[in-house]
Nanobody
Framework: VQLQASGGGLVQPGGSLRLSCAASGFDLDYYAIGWFRQAPGKEREWVSSISSSDGTTYYTDSVKGRFTISRDNAKNTVYLQMNSLKPEDTAVYYC??????????????????WGQGTQVTVSS
């Protein structure tokens, strides 16, 4: 069972990136997926989640209207499209999988499997 996060990089403020979270060893259809991020010296914080059943999406307030989470079950992959990026979005981004339905999408302990993280740096 493995989650592989990718797509991070260096981007200027106002730019865009698309992160991918690819699963291997299990079928993502039955898992809700969350994205979290951790900046240096700060705790890991929840960014967004998508449910396993009907694709309901959830966002933390600071990214609403800028980030979009989506899933492609045929590719066993979840995406996080990030637009209008700000320097405060700089962090290592992690994806995580939770079997079944989400109860507390913001809670790190809700998730069973974690990817290794991908660095996003927003700077001019």
């Amino acid at each position: 069972v493995q989650l592989q996060a990718s797509g991070g990089g260096l981007v200027q403020p106002g730019g865009s990136l698309r992160l991918s979270c690819a699963a291997s060893g299990f079928d993502l259809d039955y898992y809700a997926i969350g994205w979290f991020r951790q900046a240096p010296g700060k705790e890991r914080e929840w960014v967004s989640s998508i449910s396993s059943s009907d694709g309901t999406t959830y966002y933390t307030d600071s990214v609403k209207g800028r980030f979009t989470i989506s899933r492609d079950n045929a590719k066993n992959t979840v995406y996080l499209q990030m637009n209008s990026l700000k320097p405060e979005d700089t962090a290592v981004y992690y994806c995580a999988a939770s079997e079944g339905e989400l109860v507390r999408e913001w809670d790190i302990y809700e998730y069973d499997y974690w990817g290794q993280g991908t660095q996003v740096t927003v700077s001019s």
